[in-house]
């Protein structure tokens, strides 16, 4: 009779048979993944090689055979044994935002004769030893940094192919007039640079751009770019005759910097995890219910740098650092800004 029988070497070897699921709970959707699936993402071979181990009985969870597709398992929790040889639990993916200080460089470690400090070197989380930053910051740029060990979806927020906007909060001296931002918004021509040599210029993407506070002596804006070349920023906005004063990441996507001091770091929420996926075009896998095989050394809530102070609190002193004291305006006047910007291109 094929499905999901009692298996005595397996209960014999293991002292938590006495816990095992149920059939129906094996076919219960909401507990994660399918297990051919678990099995071939741990190397075990292609999916069909591993549905064919499956029927042949060649497989236990939490001490059960399993013949029959489909099952679903938490690859976390569930006890897997695929020829008797247990299969080795996941690595937990971690996702961790910072706020990056100045002469900070976002590597993982500096090059060989310098003593730089590193972005990783300011988080001290359990999983630090393995996370690397999603893209770069110059060593001078502040805000936000991504440090992850999922390759994946780093790959995806940083390849301009899928167009994950990156927000900037940016001081210049002088007052921006309309020419200059035109011209930004329209794309600036810059040299392409590879090992040290230049091969042509490229002109950069459409660039949006938010009036935030202008006077006489100073401007402050935000722009939100679709592409991450060196330096990019800084030198749109030198070519226009702006140089950068005050520069700060604020945003990656739907992920906005907030409740994080300058220097320190949280890990993100659930709820900005699946709109990161979501950005990036990764499938998002559903929630799983709440129920007895969760781990209960799963932290409930997500790391926290204690340095880290009230979001409000915080968000008010990164602006402040970032627009170098200037007040801001009702966001209408930006708004009205780039509504009278579209109207004069008309």
Request: net charge positive.
């Given at each position: 009779?094929?499905?999901?029988?009692?298996?005595?070497?397996?209960?014999?070897s293991n002292p938590s048979r006495r816990n095992a699921r149920k059939d129906s709970d094996l076919?219960?959707?909401?507990?994660?993944?399918?297990?051919?699936?678990?099995?071939?993402?741990?190397?075990?071979?292609?999916?069909?090689?591993?549905?064919?181990?499956?029927?042949?009985?060649?497989?236990?969870?939490?001490?059960?055979?399993?013949?029959?597709?489909?099952?679903?398992?938490?690859?976390?929790?569930?006890?897997?044994?695929?020829?008797?040889?247990?299969?080795?639990?996941?690595?937990?993916?971690?996702?961790?935002?910072?706020?990056?200080p100045p002469r900070t460089l976002s590597a993982a470690k500096d090059e060989p004769g310098y003593?730089?400090?590193?972005?990783?070197?300011?988080?001290?989380?359990?999983?630090?030893?393995?996370?690397?930053?999603?893209?770069?910051?110059?060593?001078?740029?502040?805000?936000?940094?991504?440090?992850?060990?999922?390759?994946?979806?780093?790959?995806?927020?940083?390849?301009?192919?899928y167009g994950v906007p990156k927000t900037y909060r940016v001081s210049v001296k002088g007052k921006?007039?309309?020419?200059?931002?035109?011209?930004?918004?329209?794309?600036?021509?810059?040299?392409?640079?590879?090992?040290?040599?230049?091969?042509?210029?490229?002109?950069?993407?459409?660039?949006?751009?938010?009036?935030?506070?202008?006077?006489?002596?100073?401007?402050?804006?935000?722009?939100?770019?679709?592409?991450?070349?060196?330096?990019?920023?800084?030198?749109?906005?030198?070519?226009?005759?702006?140089?950068?004063?005050?520069?700060?990441?604020?945003?990656?996507?739907?992920?906005?910097?907030?409740?994080?001091?300058?220097?320190?770091?949280?890990?993100?929420?659930?709820?900005?995890?699946?709109?990161?996926?979501?950005?990036?075009?990764?499938?998002?896998?559903?929630?799983?219910?709440?129920?007895?095989?969760?781990?209960?050394?799963?932290?409930?809530?997500?790391?926290?740098?204690?340095?880290?102070?009230?979001?409000?609190?915080?968000?008010?002193?990164?602006?402040?650092?970032?627009?170098?004291?200037?007040?801001?305006?009702?966001?209408?006047?930006?708004?009205?800004?780039?509504?009278?910007?579209?109207?004069?291109?008309?």
């Amino acid at each position: 009779m094929q499905g999901v029988h009692s298996c005595v070497s397996e209960h014999a070897s293991n002292p938590s048979r006495r816990n095992a699921r149920k059939d129906s709970d094996l076919r219960d959707a909401s507990r994660g993944e399918r297990l051919q699936r678990v099995m071939a993402d741990a190397g075990v071979g292609s999916r069909r090689a591993c549905e064919a181990l499956i029927e042949a009985g060649e497989v236990t969870v939490n001490g059960q055979i399993v013949t029959d597709l489909p099952v679903w398992v938490d690859p976390e929790e569930d006890r897997i044994v695929v020829q008797s040889k247990v299969l080795p639990k996941p690595e937990r993916l971690v996702y961790v935002m910072l706020n990056k200080p100045p002469r900070t460089l976002s590597a993982a470690k500096d090059e060989p004769g310098y003593d730089r400090r590193t972005v990783t070197e300011l988080v001290d989380h359990p999983a630090a030893p393995r996370l690397f930053p999603v893209g770069r910051l110059d060593y001078e740029t502040v805000g936000l940094i991504l440090l992850t060990n999922d390759g994946e979806l780093a790959n995806r927020l940083t390849h301009p192919r899928y167009g994950v906007p990156k927000t900037y909060r940016v001081s210049v001296k002088g007052k921006l007039d309309q020419d200059a931002i035109h011209e930004l918004e329209r794309g600036i021509f810059l040299a392409q640079r590879k090992e040290g040599q230049t091969h042509g210029a490229k002109r950069t993407a459409h660039v949006e751009i938010q009036l935030i506070a202008q006077d006489r002596d100073a401007t402050v804006m935000e722009l939100t770019l679709r592409e991450g070349r060196n330096r990019q920023v800084r030198r749109m906005l030198a070519a226009v005759g702006y140089p950068v004063r005050k520069l700060e990441r604020i945003g990656m996507g739907p992920v906005k910097l907030k409740g994080v001091a300058r220097g320190a770091w949280r890990e993100l929420t659930r709820d900005e995890i699946k709109a990161l996926r979501k950005s990036a075009a990764i499938k998002v896998e559903p929630d799983r219910k709440s129920s007895s095989h969760q781990s209960k050394n799963k932290p409930k809530t997500p790391y926290v740098d204690p340095r880290s102070g009230p979001s409000k609190g915080v968000r008010r002193r990164s602006i402040k650092n970032a627009i170098n004291r200037t007040t801001n305006p009702p966001k209408k006047s930006g708004n009205n800004s780039r509504t009278e910007r579209r109207s004069r291109d008309n």
